[in-house]
């Protein structure tokens, strides 16, 4: 059984768990893992079965998913108090994994066996209604993805990326090709470029940005 102060934590990020009965709750914990993910950990991988319902509650992992070639796509991340849309429809489905999940940095979480996770979604409708929000949540963000992919060349999605995250993006040139999909190579040529336009400024594993208007009307264009 997870420690007193690890089920405050829980409660704290998933309030929502808070609705059911006292005896209810120690069960459901009772049942639970505590665990800890070092960072660049796999998670899971593609193909196979889910394990359990993951509740985050330090820390981040993100879901990628492979071609055949290798290139690699970020779909999305999961942080505290958020749950996982893939691991969801794969406990809901009896379905495999059809992506990776890995620890973006070091984890913390509780995680519930694939029973309790479709006892909660049966019997909990605050719980029921959180997993619906978050695949609609999701449904969209993927959907701009697919738009970026599809329609925006690699550096206005790379100008994007610049704009969503806090300044400065503390990123190497890897891990930003490894968002995007794309490879460090293409992503360091087309920021050479970002600098040389005087739109950022890049250090060792960070880029400053130093004009956001200009980034923001090439996105546009």
């Given at each position: 059984m997870i420690s007193a102060d690890i089920q405050a934590r829980v409660l704290e990020l998933y309030p929502l768990l808070g609705g059911l009965q006292a005896e209810q709750l120690q069960q459901l914990l009772a049942n639970a893992n505590y665990m800890k993910v070092p960072t660049g950990a796999l998670m899971f991988d593609e193909n196979q079965p889910c394990m359990g319902f993951p509740m985050v509650i330090s820390g981040s992992a993100r879901v990628i998913k492979s071609s055949p070639s290798g290139r690699e796509l970020h779909l999305y991340h999961v942080m505290p108090g958020e749950t996982c849309i893939l691991t969801s429809s794969c406990l809901l489905s009896n379905s495999p994994y059809q992506a990776r999940g890995e620890a973006h940095d070091e984890l913390e979480l509780v995680v519930l066996p694939p029973g309790t996770f479709k006892l909660l979604f049966a019997q909990l409708e605050?719980?029921?209604?959180?997993?619906?929000?978050?695949?609609?949540?999701?449904?969209?963000?993927?959907?701009?993805?697919?738009?970026?992919?599809?329609?925006?060349?690699?550096?206005?999605?790379?100008?994007?990326?610049?704009?969503?995250?806090?300044?400065?993006?503390?990123?190497?040139?890897?891990?930003?090709?490894?968002?995007?999909?794309?490879?460090?190579?293409?992503?360091?040529?087309?920021?050479?470029?970002?600098?040389?336009?005087?739109?950022?400024?890049?250090e060792r594993g960070c880029v400053h940005v130093l004009d956001g208007d200009a980034i923001k009307k090439f996105v546009a264009m």
């Amino acid at each position: 059984m997870i420690s007193a102060d690890i089920q405050a934590r829980v409660l704290e990020l998933y309030p929502l768990l808070g609705g059911l009965q006292a005896e209810q709750l120690q069960q459901l914990l009772a049942n639970a893992n505590y665990m800890k993910v070092p960072t660049g950990a796999l998670m899971f991988d593609e193909n196979q079965p889910c394990m359990g319902f993951p509740m985050v509650i330090s820390g981040s992992a993100r879901v990628i998913k492979s071609s055949p070639s290798g290139r690699e796509l970020h779909l999305y991340h999961v942080m505290p108090g958020e749950t996982c849309i893939l691991t969801s429809s794969c406990l809901l489905s009896n379905s495999p994994y059809q992506a990776r999940g890995e620890a973006h940095d070091e984890l913390e979480l509780v995680v519930l066996p694939p029973g309790t996770f479709k006892l909660l979604f049966a019997q909990l409708e605050p719980f029921r209604n959180q997993v619906f929000n978050r695949f609609s949540e999701r449904l969209t963000e993927l959907m701009n993805l697919v738009t970026a992919v599809a329609f925006q060349k690699l550096d206005q999605r790379l100008a994007a990326l610049l704009l969503a995250k806090m300044n400065p993006v503390a990123m190497t040139h890897q891990a930003i090709a490894d968002e995007l999909g794309s490879f460090r190579e293409l992503v360091s040529r087309l920021l050479k470029d970002f600098e040389h336009k005087r739109w950022v400024r890049l250090e060792r594993g960070c880029v400053h940005v130093l004009d956001g208007d200009a980034i923001k009307k090439f996105v546009a264009m």
